[in-house]
């Protein structure tokens, strides 16, 4: 069984800065994607960038790239969201993801072990 646990997030103005932390533990043998999603109400999950932990390829989704990096540390497990440049379209549910052999990397039904969410809220 794989644990997804996130932390960070916050509440910050328009054109700042936060990071979301991501740690995933248990049988990571069965993780080599990790994922943020992020979720707006009444809207269906999407994906925002992902990291291949083998070779540490990242995809980010169209609306956050230039603004948002994702890293991983030395062991794999962890990764870091650094959000840049903030916008109130930005506010939503994050969500840390953890997938094996995921082949439409920022596709959240291609994920099986989720975090609880950490709120971001973005004001203007």
């Known amino acids: 069984q794989v644990h997804v646990a996130e932390s960070g997030g916050g509440s910050v103005q328009a054109g700042g800065s936060l990071r979301l932390s991501c740690g995933v533990s248990?049988?990571?043998?069965?993780?080599?994607?990790i994922a943020w999603f992020r979720q707006f109400p009444g809207k269906e999950r999407e994906g925002v960038a992902a990291?291949?932990?083998?070779?540490?390829?990242?995809y980010y989704a169209d609306s956050v790239k230039g603004r948002f990096t994702l890293a991983q540390d030395n062991t794999k497990t962890t990764v870091n969201l650094q959000m840049n440049g903030l916008k109130p379209e930005d506010t939503a549910m994050y969500y840390c993801?953890?997938?094996?052999?995921?082949?439409?990397?920022?596709?959240?039904?291609?994920?099986?072990?989720w975090g609880q969410g950490t709120q971001v809220t973005v004001s203007s």
């Open positions: 248990g049988n990571t043998r069965r993780t080599n994607f």
């Open positions: 990291i291949y932990t083998g070779d540490g390829t990242i």
């Open positions: 993801a953890a997938g094996y052999m995921v082949a439409d990397r920022l596709a959240p039904l291609e994920y099986s072990s």
